[in-house]
């Protein structure tokens, strides 16, 4: 693994080197694991001539969730006296020759920036933009297979929750014992805040679980995901508790799928980012849900749960094959709940079987 670390650094430093930087500062804890496999807390990394350089403000833990540095780079432990570790490899850069610095100003506070500024003075900063981000949009196969086994991860801890009593639970227990049954399956922790949604909350994107307990005939809308290796993905179902759901439970949630499906079935290389969300929007605004819909259908996924691309109206740009994405449009009817229904899967060729699911629980409305 350590050559691919090596040949994503090497990209990186040959399109700076292009625009005349000979070296590169990385301090997004997201883009640091993706080019040295691993991010302690604080850490950055520099990419000088000669040498790559890992700089942490205290010693790496032996944890497998905080990734492993690869071996290539230079770990350099800096002292509690030293200060910020982007100054430190700014001062590094300097004696190292450097006369332009590529830095993620998008991710440097403007003091922290000035800080860079006034330790070198005669180092010119050149801004890096999402050089790096734009890397990771497309995944390779390794990267792929981590995220493939955080679904099925996700998918056990649903289904055994789903198969245990829920009447008279609460949102926020439910929520709790996932994250634990994610943890118990292999994964690092869980991808994000796991929202479980009960009756007149259900549906709702985002909602954080309350005291409200699980009643006969609600709507329970769950969205959940694993950090495995960290890679991280998401699935959201809803079900019907305790009885034979309703004529309108139904009607909406068949609306739902509809639209989930129609904008899964759109994946495809060469598709517009905005397309994929057309083909669900397009469904739920002629039933007259068009004005509570959320902002997007959905978005990349992979060392954060809230990657590019996004899948929004407006969103510029087309897919790619081995782009990993969340569909995940939803409905919600104030005072009454909703339904949301979530997938990740991965973009491929139609040569290649087309798009691949990679949570796969059922999505039949079940009443539980």
């Known amino acids: 693994m350590s050559e691919v670390f090596g040949v994503r650094r090497g990209r990186l430093r040959d399109r700076c080197a292009a625009t005349g930087s000979a070296g590169v500062l990385v301090s997004r804890p997201a883009n ?13 990394l520099l990419l000088a001539p000669g040498e790559d350089v890992l700089l942490c403000p205290g010693t790496p833990t032996s944890d497998p969730a905080d990734g492993r540095p690869d071996e290539q780079l230079r770990l350099t432990v800096l002292p509690t006296s030293a200060g910020d570790p982007a100054v430190a490899a700014a001062e590094q850069a300097r004696t190292a020759g450097v006369e332009s610095l590529a830095v993620e100003e998008h991710h440097l506070t403007v003091a922290r920036h ?3 500024a006034s330790v070198a003075p005669r180092l010119r900063l050149a801004d890096l933009g999402l050089a790096v981000e734009q890397q990771r949009l497309v995944k390779d196969e390794e990267e792929i297979a981590c995220l493939r086994i955080a679904a099925e991860i996700a998918d056990q801890a649903l ?39 009960t009756g007149p909350n259900s549906g709702r994107g985002g909602h954080h679980p309350s005291d409200r307990r699980v009643e006969e005939g609600d709507f329970l809308s769950v969205c ?44 495809a290389p060469g598709a517009g980012y905005r397309d994929v969300d057309h083909a669900a929007r397009q ?12 902002a ?44 949301r229904i979530d997938d990740t899967l991965v973009v491929r060729q139609e040569a290649d079987g087309g798009p691949e699911l990679l949570t796969i629980t059922t999505k039949e409305l079940l009443a539980l």
């Open 159 to 197: 289904g055994e929750l789903l198969e245990s009593i829920l009447v008279g639970r609460t949102e926020r227990h439910l929520a709790l014992e996932l994250e634990r049954r994610l943890v118990d399956h292999g994964a690092d922790g869980p991808a994000f805040p796991t929202s479980v949604a």
């Open 283 to 294: 469904i739920l605004d002629a039933a007259g849900h068009g004005e509570g819909l959320a």
């Open 296 to 339: 997007r259908t959905g978005h990349g996924v992979g060392l954060e749960i809230d990657e590019d691309p996004q899948l929004a109206p407006a969103a510029m740009g087309k897919l790619d094959a081995c782009v990993p994405v969340t569909v995940e449009p939803g409905v919600h009817l104030p005072g009454r709940g909703g339904v």
């Open 114 to 116: 000035r800080a860079l």
């Open 32 to 44: 640091v694991r993706y080019l040295a496999g691993a991010a302690p807390p604080g850490a950055v």
């Open 224 to 267: 959940v995901g694993a950090n495995y290796r960290g890679y991280r993905c998401e699935i959201g179902r809803t079900f019907v508790i305790g009885t034979t759901p309703a004529d309108w439970q139904i009607d909406l949630y068949d609306l739902v799928f509809a639209a989930q499906r129609a904008a899964r079935e759109s994946l």
